[in-house]
């Protein structure tokens, strides 16, 4: 299996433009995290999906962000419009089982907003 | 006060050392997560505990659930140990993490 992988893995853009982040988790894995890391705060969670249901969004900072699971093998995490506080490293991860699976990483996609 | 308190923030040792990361935490967790991550940027998950000691190679995980510690232990550590290493506690429906301790292995 290829692991997770992320898309893209840098994307640099303006304040105000919409971004998307793409995520395709490993196959047969039901649960799929998207994560933030920042200098100042560290990691933070901010959504998971259990079998493409969103579970708990409250890690979303705000409005302007908004993450689906169309299905089993791909997720998005969009930001609409973005700030350069977006500006980022966006893990996405995915495991077994929501609490007992160990989480498998995928690279990163790193935006920064101008 | 964090949620999760890693320590030591950043550890600098010389290859061969016995190495000890500790992350204490103060909600009840369902499972804790030690990750890896290397200077690349990249995120490894070493160990998933929810009780007890887990042990894969060099690495050595243990867990006190009553007093909230876990610990991560390095022996006969190398300059390719040299990483951030996270502690991740999972509770219900959210996962809080340490700041993380910047390990220096120097040869």
């Known amino acids: 299996d290829a692991g997770v992988i992320q898309s893209p893995r840098h994307e640099v853009t303006e304040m105000g433009q919409e971004v998307t982040l793409r995520c395709k988790p490993i196959s047969g894995h039901n649960s799929l995290f998207w994560y933030r890391q920042t200098m100042m705060r560290g990691l933070e969670l901010l959504i998971y999906f259990n079998n493409n249901v969103p579970i708990d969004d409250s890690g979303m900072p705000e409005d302007r962000f908004s993450a689906k699971m169309p299905n089993a093998s791909f997720s998005t995490l969009k930001i609409q419009p973005s700030e350069p506080r977006d500006s980022a490293v966006y893990f996405c991860?995915?495991?077994?089982?929501?609490?007992?699976?160990?989480?498998?990483f995928g690279e990163g996609s790193r935006l920064t907003v101008l | 006060k964090n949620e999760v308190e890693q320590s030591p923030q950043n550890l600098t040792a010389q290859e061969g050392e016995f190495i000890t990361i500790n992350c204490s935490y103060s909600?009840?967790?369902?499972?804790l997560h030690w990750l890896q991550q290397h200077p690349g940027g990249g995120i490894v998950s070493l160990f998933m505990?929810?009780?007890g000691k887990k042990k894969h190679g060099r690495l050595i995980a243990t867990i006190n659930i009553q007093e909230k510690h876990s610990s991560l232990h390095i022996t006969a550590s190398h300059p390719r140990d040299s990483a951030v290493y996270i502690c991740a506690v999972y509770n219900n429906n959210d996962m809080r993490f340490g700041a993380g301790t910047r390990l220096t292995v120097k040869p």
């Open positions: 505990l929810s009780s």
């Open positions: 991860a995915s495991s077994l089982s929501r609490v007992t699976g160990e989480l498998f």
């Open positions: 909600v009840g967790i369902s499972a």
